[in-house]
């Protein structure tokens, strides 16, 4: 049964797989094939590779003008990633809500959306979704005109990019669009012999037409503005021609905020109303059909403010009727929008919130299985574990071993005549004092009043000294043990052992050799400190 359930999941991760193949080739998806992967792979089967499909249905949402169906996908991706073995991927997750909301011109929200992303990446090392969030984040910088902060993104997130050493088409174009935003970020700061150099490596990186095609706007883009500053602006005319020819083979143009923002900054800039009005023209429907009420207004505005000249009374008034009813509706829109991201946001943190605590639960009930409960030191079932492996370890690199065994004397005497608080009290002293003479070193109770220290590269000095000082703390402690033999307060004896472990030995025998050491130690006379000498039967 173990054997099918491991062969159905491994089925599960292939179709996930695939789809993820399929969008690092730039293969794109139907929805019929992620309909299908999601009926395949249901949250009921696998939450976690459930979750990882529905980012991808969130991608093609995303792809196809669907925002609201975008953030419908991203929600139920992020319940179902946390908490899995798949929630490295919430980082991707978290990336496209931020780019949603940029695309919604909502940056505060983006820039929150993107550094929660950022925080997955670093929890999983992601250099890759990394430095494409950092990305984005430049590109929201650049919006609101904080360029330098831009390029520092950009230069990090490019040096990420070609350590990565990535050649898929997905990250190829990701990288030339990176680049080509790079660069005009550069340009606005005159930092013109840094964006020649992005111009070298746009020519580098031009080799094949596939990727090419799938980042002319953005390149040319950068272009334009790059002979602009050298003078040529013929050249730069050429290149803003070429980046309409890209916008009018497109079909969807919301991917594309970035570089369209950056044509027309500077169509605006250059302010030749042909130059605008081709612009606008390419722009406009595309914008119209994605219903993207935000650029359309945008470019309307343009068009008013830029093209009036070459427009009738009639046409003029058109457009402005035009804009002022798209800006009811907009704005109408807009805070639908802004009210469903924040409701959004509010499931995504509860999401999260639910998940820290599951969490917190795991690692108190891994903390209860491997640590006494009253005095918080490791537990016998712990040491097992530990002695075995740090065993092993010395005797491979020939360190030395130390292990101390200890425990309370009279400790029944203490009990019967205070009682078990008073017992517990100064089970609890030997602990914390162990805890301070022994910062470093492995420190575990083995049951009842005994306890057990173990040091790996420690010398016999180092442990008899520090065996010394713990029985002068308990000492200090001043507990009252009035029917001790050995003083009128608590009191321990220690046995311990220090060598280099050698073959045949095992762990066993160094414990026999600390404890027989103890037990002889306080057969002649208890509260003091012996070491195991010579070869004998242990050691």
Not at 188 to 208: F, R
Not at 317 to 337: I, R, V
Not at 352 to 375: G, I, M, P, S, V
Request: hydrophobic fraction near 35%; glycine fraction near 6%; proline fraction near 2%.
């Amino acid at each position: 049964m173990d054997i099918d359930m491991s062969a159905t999941r491994q089925q599960m991760l292939e179709t996930a797989e695939r789809l993820n193949q399929q969008m690092a080739d730039g293969i794109p998806f139907t929805w019929e094939t992620l309909e299908q992967a999601l009926n395949t792979v249901t949250e009921q089967d696998d939450k976690g590779i459930h979750g990882w499909i529905c980012y991808f249905a969130a991608f093609y949402q995303l792809t196809t003008g669907n925002q609201e169906g975008c953030l419908h996908y991203l929600d139920e991706s992020v319940r179902c990633l946390l908490g899995t073995d798949q929630e490295h991927h919430v980082a991707r997750v978290y990336n496209m809500i931020g780019i949603v909301a940029h695309m919604q011109n909502n940056l505060s929200l983006a820039m929150e959306q993107y550094d929660k992303a950022l925080d997955y990446t670093e929890k999983y090392d992601d250099k890759m979704v990394h430095s494409i969030v950092l990305s984005n984040m430049s590109d929201a910088y650049y919006l609101i005109g904080a360029y330098e902060r831009a390029v520092q993104c950009h230069a990090e997130c490019i040096r990420e990019f070609e350590q990565a050493d990535d050649n898929s088409t997905y990250s190829r174009i990701n990288f030339r669009k990176m680049l080509a935003e790079y660069g005009c970020c550069l340009l606005h700061l005159h930092m013109d012999d840094e964006a020649e150099k992005v111009l070298c490596k746009l020519e580098e990186t031009g080799q094949s037409e596939e990727v090419i095609r799938e980042t002319r706007l953005g390149v040319n883009v950068f272009l334009a503005h790059l002979a602009e500053r050298n003078g040529d602006r013929k050249k730069a005319e050429e290149h803003v021609r070429t980046a309409v020819m890209a916008l009018e083979d497109m079909t969807q143009v919301s991917s594309e905020y970035d570089s369209i923002q950056n044509l027309l900054q500077y169509v605006e800039k250059i302010g030749k109303p042909e130059q605008i009005e081709e612009v606008l023209n390419c722009l406009e429907p595309k914008a119209a059909i994605e219903q993207n009420k935000s650029l359309l207004l945008q470019l309307l505005s343009l068009r008013m403010r830029y093209c009036s000249s070459r427009m009738t009374p009639e046409e003029f008034k058109q457009s402005a009727d035009t804009f002022f009813h798209l800006k009811d509706s907009w704005e109408l829109t807009e805070n639908s929008q802004v009210m469903y991201m924040m409701e959004l946001r509010k499931r995504l943190q509860a999401a999260e919130e639910e998940q820290k605590e599951q969490e917190r639960k795991r690692n108190r009930l891994l903390y209860q299985a491997d640590h006494d409960e009253l005095t918080g030191l490791y537990n016998k079932r712990s040491l097992n574990r530990y002695l075995e492996d740090v065993f092993e370890d010395c005797l491979l690199n020939e360190k030395e071993l130390g292990i101390l065994f200890l425990d309370i004397d009279h400790f029944k005497q203490l009990n019967d005549r205070y009682g078990h608080g008073r017992g517990d009290e100064g089970i609890c002293a030997v602990a914390d004092t162990l805890k301070k003479c022994f910062p470093e070193d492995y420190v575990a109770r083995y049951g009842g009043d005994e306890f057990l220290v173990v040091m790996t590269g420690r010398d016999r000095e180092y442990a008899e000294e520090h065996a010394r000082q713990l029985c002068m703390g308990i000492r200090e402690c001043e507990i009252p043990n009035e029917d001790s033999s050995v003083e009128p307060w608590l009191t321990i004896s220690v046995g311990g052992v220090c060598a280099i472990p050698k073959e045949p030995n095992r762990v066993w025998d160094f414990l026999s050799a600390a404890d027989k050491t103890l037990y002889d130690q306080k057969n002649e006379q208890k509260g003091k400190v012996r070491f195991y000498v010579g070869e004998g039967q242990y050691l």
